[in-house]
């Protein structure tokens, strides 16, 4: 124990990477480094509500202005 004077000088002693290292990298933090994205962006994709109607006879034809009277007088808010 001479000469340990520093959190510095025991890594030099234990040595930089071992077996508990490694498992501790590959069996613990990869999984997590994989799967933090997805429930990270999840949000973006459980939030978003996008415009969406049901297909009604009759409005085949009609222009922008017209289908957008049209669907405020027939279609619930």
């Not at 034809?61 to 279609?75: C, F």
Request: hydrophobic share 40%; aromatic share 12%; proline share 6%.
């Amino acid at each position: 124990m001479e000469g340990i004077t520093e959190f510095d000088d025991i890594l030099e002693r234990v040595g930089p990477k071992g077996r508990f290292q490694k498992l501790l990298f590959y069996g613990f933090v990869c999984p997590i480094i994989g799967i933090s994205p997805l429930t990270c962006l999840s949000t973006i994709y459980l939030q978003f509500i996008p415009d969406h109607w049901c297909f009604q006879e009759g409005n085949q034809s009609l222009n922008m202005t017209e289908l957008a009277a049209w669907k405020s007088k027939h279609l619930p808010m």
